[in-house]
């Protein structure tokens, strides 16, 4: 499986960016997608997952900001940021989850998204 993002670049404050992420292969008929972010010198944290049958979840930072989507007929998962902030700024990695006995994990590469003041 291969997680293929695409869309983060510089935006202004209060601007908007749109991520995708498309996977090859198979993940699964239950799995969840979603999008992590890795500012500098910080950890890893969710942004946003979605489930195969539509449950979605948000960091609080970005609750009512961004919104994710699927088109689970191509296995495609995106993220619209809306109202972007400098604290936005960071390498965004998508990220599915195959849901079985054992959950396997798949990481795309990293896409930078920079948010200017």
């Known amino acids: 499986v291969q997680l293929q993002a695409s869309g983060g670049g510089l935006v202004q404050a209060g601007g908007s960016l749109r991520l995708s992420c498309a996977a090859s292969?198979?993940?699964?008929?239950?799995?969840?997608m979603g999008w992590y972010r890795q500012a500098p010198g910080k950890q890893r944290e969710l942004v946003a997952s979605i489930s195969t049958g539509g449950t979605t979840n948000y960091a609080d930072s970005v609750k009512g900001r961004f919104t994710i989507s699927r088109d689970n007929a191509k296995n495609t998962v995106y993220l619209q940021m809306d109202s972007l902030k400098p604290e936005d700024t960071a390498v965004y990695y998508c990220?599915?989850?195959?849901?079985?006995?054992?959950?396997?994990?798949?990481w795309g590469q990293g896409t930078l998204v920079t948010v200017s003041s």
């Open positions: 990220n599915a989850k195959r849901i079985g006995i054992v959950i396997r994990d798949y």
């Open positions: 292969g198979s993940i699964g008929s239950s799995n969840v």
